[in-house]
């Protein structure tokens, strides 16, 4: 389809169909992180195993100005979970000697017996996963991409600072996977499936065209060659009334951003003269 994908944050894993379940040392911790130690949430002062336990409970679950999240890098305390001891944070427990993280990020706060290949990005101000090897910082952007990307990537200035245009999440500490559409613009790998699975449940060829469209910017996520050939043969199997024949109207197209002054009115259509395009809008 034309799309990149990368895990822009920890509780994700790189895209893989082959790859085993990264292992783990420990068996304490929640089902976002493998380890030893709860955080004291410096926001309301309970404790949770880890900041996106803290943010399900009190983002998502309650109501009004009593819903907040937690700063990762304000949590000023940890209780171990092996003997319960609360105390200042490290990485091992000052009672009973215990690690609470094979990785461990004293900036982030960040905990986890499993091997992800964690990272911090101190240009990004937060941990990713995936091996820093296998990664560079693009400046523009403000993110973190797969090297194999760095001739290649599309850069939008601070692309990932804004929210999936489906769900609304905040898309720079996402813990989903997230899609570069073709356009350059970002979204959530599954809300882009989702809503383009639903939209293909028609076979009409004006849904399938909003299916494979930009949900920001309307472009064209993909070569759409077959679509054009197929609106063509609909538009030329409909001929307009005798009155409308020499009607024409003005269009700016979706794809190559050309504006058009003599485009041919028809009711199912307006195609772009300049790329062949009916990603078209009428002005």
């Not at 002062?45 to 304000?74: I, N, Y």
Request: with cysteine.
């Amino acid at each position: 389809m034309g799309e990149v994908d990368f895990v822009v944050d920890l509780d994700s894993s790189p895209p893989s169909s082959s790859a085993s379940p990264p292992a783990s040392t420990s068996s304490y911790g929640c089902r976002h992180y493998r380890r030893k130690c709860a955080l004291v949430a410096p926001c309301c002062g309970e404790v949770f195993t880890c900041r996106l336990c803290h943010d399900e409970a009190k983002d998502t679950l309650e109501m009004g100005k009593r819903a907040h999240t937690m700063d990762r890098k304000a949590v000023t305390e940890v209780v171990c979970l092996v003997c319960n001891a609360r105390q200042g944070v490290s990485n091992m427990c000052v009672e009973c000697g215990a690690k609470f993280g094979e990785y461990y990020c004293e900036e982030c706060r960040l905990f986890d017996d499993t091997d992800k290949g964690q990272y911090h990005c101190s240009a990004c101000g937060i941990c990713r996963v995936g091996g820093r090897e296998n990664f560079f910082h693009c400046f523009t952007c403000g993110a973190c991409f797969s090297v194999e990307l760095r001739e290649e990537h599309k850069c939008i200035e601070r692309n990932l600072r804004g929210n999936c245009p489906i769900c609304f999440e905040e898309l720079f500490t996402s813990t989903k996977q997230i899609t570069i559409l073709n356009c350059g613009h970002p979204i959530h790998k599954r809300c882009f499936l989702q809503m383009r699975n639903q939209m293909l449940r028609s076979r009409e060829p004006w849904q399938l065209l909003k299916a494979n469209t930009c949900p920001t910017c309307s472009k064209s996520t993909c070569d759409l060659t077959g679509l054009w050939e197929q609106i063509d043969r609909e538009v030329e199997a409909m001929p307009m009334p005798e009155e409308y024949r020499d009607t024409k109207v003005s269009i700016i197209c979706n794809d190559c951003n050309e504006r058009d002054d003599g485009v041919a009115f028809h009711i199912l259509a307006l195609k772009c003269s300049k790329c062949g395009s009916y990603n078209t809008r009428r002005v």
